[in-house]
């Protein structure tokens, strides 16, 4: 089963994409979308749409699992997150994927055993699970490789 995991973000979005057969999990692409600080919301939502529309139409994975938020000090920084979440989701309706939306908390419980897992951890088990040769980063990366590993078939990894 191939699995796109989303941090999302307007500024920075991080997506990964990994194979997941039995224990057996393969990263398959990763990176970050980036925008440009003062470019107009609309603009930046409009960028993040093509280029998850674009990774989507080339990775062709089956279900998208995506990071909810889940606090907010900055209201106007939850407001466009969640703005690029809608877009992102709306990406992945149209391409026919399954969506699955995880906190934070959850994907940090599943993975490391601990709600609080500092993002190196996170980084780290990312690493081990994944197999790979260094730490992903940025750690927007990592993250949505993270909420890719959690997601096994209608459950939760634990």
Known sequence: MRIIG???????????????????????????ITT???????????????????????????VMVIEKLFFAQNVTTAISVSHARGVVMLAGKQADLKLVELTPLQIKQSLTGYGRATKNQIQQMVQTMLKLQSLPEPDDCADALAAALCYEGDKLIA
């Open 6 to 32: 989303i941090d999302p973000g307007t500024s920075i979005l991080g997506f990964g994409v990994i194979d997941s057969e039995g224990q057996k999990k393969t990263m398959v692409d990763a990176g970050v």
């Open 36 to 62: 440009r600080a003062h470019q107009p919301l609309d603009e930046r939502l409009l960028e993040i749409y093509q280029c998850i529309t674009q990774i989507i139409k080339e990775n062709k994975p089956e």
